[in-house]
């Protein structure tokens, strides 16, 4: 399964998934330069574009035969790929409300 990282760029924030096994590497741009970090809004906007940017990144809508319920290391994937994300999109809301 690929291993979620996360970065952020100069007004955006990149989701990324290493790979293990065979797999190649995988990025997902997330911008939020037309966000407004500092109301809760512009927060909510920016972390539904997260969690979708994760979910890509992750295979996690990837259809299994059989079921409907995500692959279980599709939901570790996104799960990681989230809790990377978690410190550098406070650091950026935090600088969106300081003037940043």
């Known amino acids: 399964m690929k291993t979620p990282f996360a970065a952020l760029a100069a007004a ?12 190649d590497a995988q990025s997902v741009h997330v911008s939020y330069a037309d966000l407004n970090l500092a109301s809760p809004e512009g927060q909510k906007r920016l972390d539904r574009r997260i969690d979708n940017a994760a979910r890509e990144v992750c295979g996690y809508h990837a259809v299994r035969s059989g079921t409907r319920i995500p692959d279980p290391k599709a939901r570790a ?4 790929a989230r809790a990377n994300a978690q410190d550098r999109v406070a650091a950026a809301i935090e600088a969106s409300a300081l003037g940043g």
């Open 12 to 23: 955006g924030l990149a989701m990324t998934a290493a790979p293990t096994l065979a797999q």
């Open 77 to 80: 994937c996104f799960d990681r």
